[in-house]
T-cell receptor
Framework: DAGITQSPRHKVTETGTPVTLRCHQT?????MYWYRQDPGHGLRLIHY???????DKGEVSDGYSVSRSKTEDFLLTLESATSSQTSVYFC??????????????FGPGTRLTVL | GDSVTQMEGPVTLSEEAFLTINCTYT??????LFWYVQYPGEGLQLLLK?????DKGSNKGFEATYRKETTSFHLEKGSVQVSDSAVYFC???????????????FGQGTILTVHP
């Protein structure tokens, strides 16, 4: 199994508070991704990173920011949490999507509840 | 834009039954195609993959063939087990370049329950 951990695994927070989720990898993969999983929507990409300090938006990036100061860590921040951000968040890594194979390996997920 | 459509679930089968989960896609060019599986309380695991037309991916008794003419990648297994109960996701990845670089597009997932 790919070495990917996410923390925390579960979190309950209140509307309006900032929240930071952490993804840590031991595979030295260049590419990292944050997805959210919601019933009926599959997984949707929030942000991704293609190197240290190199990030870009996905399809559902509003209300989220990311940072990557080291290869192994990719942080997702909800600047002011809302109930619509209640979801399960997954981190994924990929060694090199060039050529289109883009096999991604997923972490165990973080279940976030915003009250 | 790219999209993936999976058959509506949930799917309930008896052990040793034949499984088909339909998946069709819309994409420009020649995407790579994947099936991921998610067991209860866990993250997604890659089940199988195919990178070009007529490729067959296979793993753990599951198979799927990349059909460009019908833009499909249906998942099949000849004899399911209780341990196959999970959520199955079809996904595609466009070739590198432009804004789709590195992005996986997922279907909505199909819940499979297998009874003894």
């Amino acid at each position: 199994d790919a070495g990917i951990t996410q923390s925390p695994r579960h979190k309950v927070t209140e509307t309006g508070t900032p929240v930071t989720l952490r993804c840590h990898q031991t595979e030295n993969h260049r590419y990292m991704y944050w997805y959210r999983q919601d019933p009926g929507h599959g997984l949707r990409l929030i942000h991704y990173s293609y190197g240290v300090k190199d990030t870009d938006k996905g399809e559902v990036s509003d209300g989220y920011s990311v940072s990557r100061s080291k290869t192994e860590d990719f942080l997702l921040t909800l600047e002011s949490a809302t109930s619509s951000q209640t979801s399960v968040y997954f981190c994924a890594i990929s060694e090199n999507p060039a050529g289109g194979l883009n096999e991604q390996f997923f972490g165990p997920g973080t279940r976030l509840t915003v009250l | 834009g790219d999209s993936v459509t999976q058959m509506e679930g949930p799917v309930t089968l008896s052990e040793e039954a034949f499984l088909t989960i339909n998946c069709t896609y819309t994409a420009t060019g020649y995407p790579s195609l994947f099936w991921y599986v998610q067991y209860p309380g866990e993250g997604l695991q890659l089940l199988l993959k195919a990178t070009k037309a007529d490729d067959k991916g296979s793993n753990k008794g599951f198979e799927a063939t990349y059909r460009k003419e019908t833009t499909s990648f249906h998942l099949e297994k000849g004899s399911v087990q209780v341990s196959d109960s999970a959520v199955y996701f079809c996904a595609l990845s466009a070739k590198a370049g432009g804004t789709s670089y590195g992005k996986l597009t997922f279907g909505q997932g199909t819940i499979l329950t297998v009874h003894p």
